[in-house]
Nanobody, 131 residues
Framework: VQLVESGGGLVQTGGSLRLSCAAS????????IAWFRQAPGKEREVVSC????????FYSDSVQGRVTISSDRAKNMVYLQMNSLKPEDTATYYC?????????????????????????WGKGTLVTVSS
């Protein structure tokens, strides 16, 4: 299993970034993919989650309305479009996957709410939002 994030960088307040997650080594269509973030000194928190089979999604309150998660099943890719970025969005962003059978019968919010429920992780990409 491999999850590789890209697209992070330095952006000014109000700017946009699109993060990408390339997935391989498992049945992508049966999985749920989540984006988590972790700022220095803070716990890892979920940002967004998508069940690939039906495109159902979940967004945390902190990013609702500013972030869109999407997937390309042909390319085994998941994207996170982030707009109206704020300094408090500064963090390392991680792509994570759940591959177990539970994905088929569980809503994204339940699947991805805790970092310790995820099966696999990427190494992260740093997003820095300057004020």
């Amino acid at each position: 299993v491999q999850l590789v994030e890209s697209g992070g960088g330095l952006v000014q307040t109000g700017g946009s970034l699109r993060l990408s997650c390339a997935a391989s080594g498992f049945t992508f269509g049966n999985s749920a993919i989540a984006w988590f973030r972790q700022a220095p000194g803070k716990e890892r928190e979920v940002v967004s989650c998508m069940k690939i089979s039906d495109n159902s999604t979940f967004y945390s309150d902190s990013v609702q309305g500013r972030v869109t998660i999407s997937s390309d099943r042909a390319k085994n890719m998941v994207y996170l479009q982030m707009n109206s970025l704020k300094p408090e969005d500064t963090a390392t962003y991680y792509c994570a996957a759940i591959k177990r059978e539970v994905v088929a019968t569980t809503a994204p919010y339940v699947l991805c709410r805790y970092f310790y429920t995820m099966d696999d992780w990427g190494k992260g990409t740093l997003v820095t939002v300057s004020s």
